[in-house]
């Protein structure tokens, strides 16, 4: 069965602080993988995409890392703000039928 | 214009009530998507329009009926929901429904439907 999971399911840091969301995925066969920021009651965001080739890629503070072989990504968020509070997506891409499977979410909050 | 958008941003219906979500983009993307997300829940795929042709169609109840009039615009038809059926409703577009980057898709804003 193709699933995504993340871990933590939620998260809280202070303003400033750097911290890694997990995401460990049994999609099969894999296209490729992506992670997005889903701000509450608003559509998600897409921050990175990344095929099976790929094994890490940036987008401002968030750098995205990929391990094909252990089915595992993690994104790594630097230097936290106030506005990245919000649910970071992981989501495959593959398993037949051009589908994508998400993860639950983890929920972050970024405080003073 | 890369972006998705959709209208309206909130609606509120009865169980008897008929009315339509809206959902436009013009990035030239041949495949549309209609997704349904409860609070704190992974987006749930209802249709995959491909050239403006259903599909897919997750066993979605008759009570919802999308429409694809051109390559651009994307509806959904609601009629006779349940209560359950209150939900953040995305639309979702991507150059093509095929794999690899071609169908990273891209979100709209949502529309926030609550039934009565």
């Known amino acids: 069965k193709n699933q995504v999971e993340q871990s933590p399911q939620s998260l809280i840091i202070l303003e400033g602080k750097n911290c890694t969301l997990q995401c460990n995925y049994t999609v099969s066969p894999f296209s490729n993988l992506r992670w997005y920021k889903q701000d509450t009651g608003r559509g998600p965001v897409s921050l990175t995409i990344?095929?099976?080739?790929?094994n890490t890629k940036s987008n401002g503070r968030y750098t995205a890392t990929l391990d094909a072989d252990t089915k595992q990504s993690s994104l790594h968020i630097t230097a936290s703000q106030l506005s990245d509070s919000a649910s970071y997506i992981c989501?495959?891409?593959?398993?037949?039928?051009?589908?994508?499977?998400f993860g639950t979410g983890t929920q972050l909050k970024v405080e003073l | 214009d890369t972006e998705v958008t959709q209208t309206p941003k909130h609606l509120v219906m009865g169980m008897t009530n008929k009315k339509s979500l809206k959902c436009e983009q013009h990035?030239?993307?041949?495949?549309m998507y209609w997704y349904k997300q409860k609070a704190k829940k992974p987006p749930e795929l209802m249709f995959v329009y491909s050239y403006e042709k259903l599909s897919i169609n997750e066993s979605v109840p008759s009570r919802f009926s999308p429409e694809c009039p051109n390559s651009s615009l994307l509806n959904l038809h609601l009629h006779a929901l349940q209560p359950e059926d209150s939900a953040l409703y995305l639309c979702?577009?991507?150059?093509?429904?095929?794999?690899?980057?071609?169908?990273?898709?891209?979100f709209g804003p949502g529309t926030r439907l609550t039934v009565l």
């Open positions: 989501v495959v891409s593959g398993g037949g039928g051009n589908k994508l499977t």
């Open positions: 979702a577009s991507s150059q093509d429904h095929g794999t690899g980057f071609l169908n990273e898709q891209f």
């Open positions: 990035m030239g993307h041949r495949a």
């Open positions: 990344m095929t099976f080739s790929e």
